[in-house]
Every structure is written in C-alpha cells, then in structure tokens.
C-alpha cells in the first residue's frame, strides 16, 4: 500500500509563509498526478492545486498568485510554497496522489495562519 509523507505544517502569522512537502513510499510520481487539498472545520474538503505527471498545475481561484505547486521527479517529492497566508488559509492540508491505476492520500499537515 502507497503511503504518502506530509511535513511542513505549522502556525504562522497572517503575511507568512510555508512549504508543506509530500513523498510517497514508492516511487508513483511517473505514473500519478498530485496534488495537495484543505479541510477547515465545518467545510468541506477543497482542492488546493494540483500537477499533472508532466508538470503542468492548476490552483484554485482563493489561491492563485500565493501559492505554487511544484514537483521534484528525482526527489520523488511535490510542494506546495505558501506565501501571503492568511487566516481563512487555516486547515487541515492534504497530499493526494492518483492515476488509473488506483487514488492514495496523506493524513494531513496542519496549517493555522493567526496573530
């Protein structure tokens, strides 16, 4: 079973910054597009950003311009740099990683963005 590493979260000040990172336990990055989604409390789970297998990403509109996802095929690894955090950017952060051949999830980093 694929399992895949979140490390990064943490508390920060509105205007900070973070860099949550994911690495799955086998190496699924030629084969899996990723990506990383949020969970408040009382919401629903969200798509962050997400990148393709070939490098290609796509954000969510209340992140676009702050946030970058990015993918290291030789570190089998994939990023998520956040800058500009604000308060309403606190959840629970997920990696995710899926293709045709099956859909696997992080168990979450925690992000809180306060004074």
């Known amino acids: 079973q694929v399992r895949l590493v979140e490390s990064g979260g943490g508390l920060v000040q509105p205007g900070g910054s973070l860099r949550l990172s994911c690495a799955p336990s086998e190496s699924i990055f030629s084969t899996h597009a990723m990506g990383w989604y949020r969970q408040a409390p009382g919401k629903q789970r969200e798509l962050v950003a997400a990148?393709?297998?070939?490098?290609?990403?796509n954000y969510a509109d209340s992140v676009k311009g702050r946030f970058t996802i990015s993918r290291d095929n030789a570190k089998n690894t994939v990023y998520l740099q956040m800058n500009s955090l604000k308060p309403e950017d606190t959840a629970v952060y997920y990696c995710?990683?899926?293709?045709?051949?099956?859909?696997?999830w992080g168990r979450g980093t925690q992000v809180t963005v306060s004074s």
């Open positions: 990148i393709t297998q070939g490098g290609s990403p």
């Open positions: 995710r990683a899926w293709s045709s051949f099956g859909v696997y």
